[in-house]
């Protein structure tokens, strides 16, 4: 069984930058595609950025799209996520996620295994 956990959330403020990484353990980290989630208060979980198997695809949601950055490092079983420019509206719980299809995935009904989120909150 996979077992993520994401780090690297805080309080920050508009226009500054943010890392957040996920740790993977328990299975074949590097045979799956993994992607990004967020959920605010009172919202549903949305899709944030997704990465395939290799590293070198990837794809964003439009509202993060040239702001954000996915990255992974099979080697040290890691994924993250290096945010830019945040806004407030970014302020959300952040999850890290995994599937088993060996394509790239948008949808929390694609997800196998979630973190248990790093808060993020940007404030004005």
């Known amino acids: 069984q996979v077992h993520l956990v994401e780090s690297g959330g805080g309080l920050v403020q508009a226009g500054d930058s943010l890392r957040v990484s996920c740790a993977a353990s328990?299975?074949?980290?590097?045979?799956?595609?993994m992607a990004w989630f967020r959920q605010a208060p009172g919202q549903e979980r949305e899709f944030v950025a997704t990465?395939?198997?290799?590293?070198?695809?990837?794809n964003y949601a439009d509202s993060v799209k040239g702001r954000f950055t996915v990255s992974r490092d099979s080697a040290k079983n890691t994924v993250s996520l290096q945010m830019n420019a945040l806004k407030p509206s970014d302020t959300a719980v952040y999850y890290c996620?995994?599937?088993?299809?060996?394509?790239?995935?948008?949808?929390?009904?694609?997800?196998?295994?979630w973190g248990q989120g790093t808060q993020v909150t940007v404030s004005s």
């Open positions: 996620a995994v599937t088993n299809y060996y394509r790239v995935f948008y949808s929390v009904h694609d997800v196998v295994y």
């Open positions: 328990g299975g074949s980290f590097s045979n799956y595609p």
């Open positions: 990465i395939d198997r290799s590293g070198r695809y990837t």
